[in-house]
């Protein structure tokens, strides 16, 4: 993994919270408007909105609201997606060649994520941020946004794979909870902490 500074991106000396979440215009609309209070609350804050690029679902909910609120973003969009995630150009916005450098590039750019409801994309994102911090890659803050207890069926698979000797015991406290947008706020603003490396006991 990269840490490195991409001379691509304007540099920000801030907190900047990366937001993996849904793209899909169908989403209830609790989830598209914790996405719009979440961005709007970002802005306000003085951070920094790190996210996927695209104008659409929660995705575009919450980095129109932080730059309606005159707020940083920087949206990183694979090019073969622009058309189908419509790039929310009004924004600073780097477009990368794959799925992979999209990742990599919002990881290095983030100082903490936050994993608002979303589909199969959303939990490929925060899975491998997991089974980087599971081989102590890396001890950034991730905080899942749990509105409408979303992620508790997650939270349970995570469960069955400790209780069947998967996963060690102590990996379940690698990440935050959340259940409302005021929450995760005031855990990023009194410093939600990077976690000691701890998870690659083998």
Known sequence: M?????????????????????????????????????????AKQGWRLVYGGGGVGLMGASARAAHAQGGRVVGIMPAFLRSRERLFDDVETIVVDTMHERKILMYDESDAFVVAPGGVGTLEEVVELLSWKRLDLHGKPIIFLNINGFWETFFALMKHSVEEGMTPPSFLQAWDVRDTVDEVVALLAQGATRRPLQYDQR
């Open 2 to 42: 990269s840490s490195a500074a991409n001379p691509q991106i304007t540099p920000f000396d801030g907190l900047s919270v990366c937001l993996f979440c849904g793209s899909s215009d169908a989403a209830h609309a609790d989830y598209l408007q914790a996405a719009d209070d979440f961005g709007a609350a970002v």
